[in-house]
């Protein structure tokens, strides 16, 4: 029996280094080459993926392509890269998945950009007759990096998200059950903070404003941003930045109803997702969250403020345009000082 434990255990090992040389390769083709033919060829025919944009969300091949050509026509040049963290996990000898952290080092539009932090998760499926793993869904998640207090790269509001894989895992067999729920757990969770991730978040958008459109009531949502967190970064460090974001997104989920869903939408930004709640009730809602932040000890020797943005859905709104009408409340709060809240005149339907 140990004999053949060991034996699993090195089939493994040799998949997960196979896994992190796959995704190596990834890299080389995408961020080295910028090669649109080498990229093509590292990509399963059943591709699927999402980027931190709300329309850059991919369901076959020729759209992930699409995403691709998109990116490199935006910066063609090669992207310098460092790798913080790399792990392979192999599910069977046909699938698993690699996590990373990167910071990448671009120019886009004749501007110097660095990029940090940024999470890959990459599913791999072998293919035999192929002679090399392929990518079958790719999630990039890039974070804002800001070059000003007022400015961030245009690539972050950090993470919309697709469903992830579920035609994959709907043709595994039950002896992969377990490894189909701890993808689903690692598509749907933010790796930093360990709430709801964008991906999730776009699901719950879409539940709720089909099922106001089918039966009425109240939905809104907040959208909170971290003021001047560029700052606390460029001072304590992206450890000390890490660990506001955790101790933030841990304050919030104890703060809300508990229908309510606190989700990290990218970088600094939090969205709160409030089914059954009015934009007055959920504002009244925010301003007890601002006022819990603001007179909190982060653990560093700076007070932490939020700003937030709150907006009522209705009948003829989409993700895009609720979130968006959220977007552009908290842009009000952050123009008007910073530390308060604004809130969305209701759309008209």
Known sequence: MRRREQACSRHSNRYSRELEDAFLRFLEVYLGERNLEGIRSLLSPRMTGFGTALNERSDSLEQSLELFSRDLEQAPRPIAYEILSLQGVSLDQDLGFVQAELDLHASVLGQAVDLLNCRFTVIFRNYPDRGHWCIEHLHHSLPSVGEGDYESYPVAKLEEQAALMERL?????????????????????????????????????????????????????????????????????????????????????????????????????????????????????????????????????????????????????????????????????????????????????
């Open 169 to 349: 895992v709907q043709e595994r067999t039950r002896e992969l059950r377990d490894a189909r729920d701890r993808l689903q757990v690692v598509a749907a969770t933010d790796a930093l903070t360990g709430i709801a991730n964008r991906l999730k978040a776009g699901e719950v958008l879409h539940q709720e404003l089909s099922r106001l459109q089918r039966y009425g009531g109240a939905f809104s949502v907040a959208l909170l941003d971290l003021d001047f967190f560029k700052a606390i970064n460029d001072r304590f460090g992206h450890g000390g930045g890490d660990q506001v974001l955790r101790e933030a997104a841990r304050l919030l989920e104890a703060g809300v109803r508990h229908t309510d869903r606190v989700a990290r939408w990218g970088g600094e930004e939090f969205l709160l997702l409030c089914p059954g709640g009015t934009s007055g009730e959920v504002a009244a809602l925010a301003e007890r969250l601002r006022e819990t932040l603001a007179a909190h000890d982060f653990g560093i020797p700076r007070r932490v403020t939020v700003s937030l943005g709150v907006a009522q859905a209705t009948a003829g709104d989409s993700p895009e345009s609720l979130v968006e009408r959220a977007d552009r409340a908290l842009y009000r709060a952050k123009e008007g000082g910073r530390n308060r809240i604004e809130v969305a005149e209701i759309a008209r339907s």
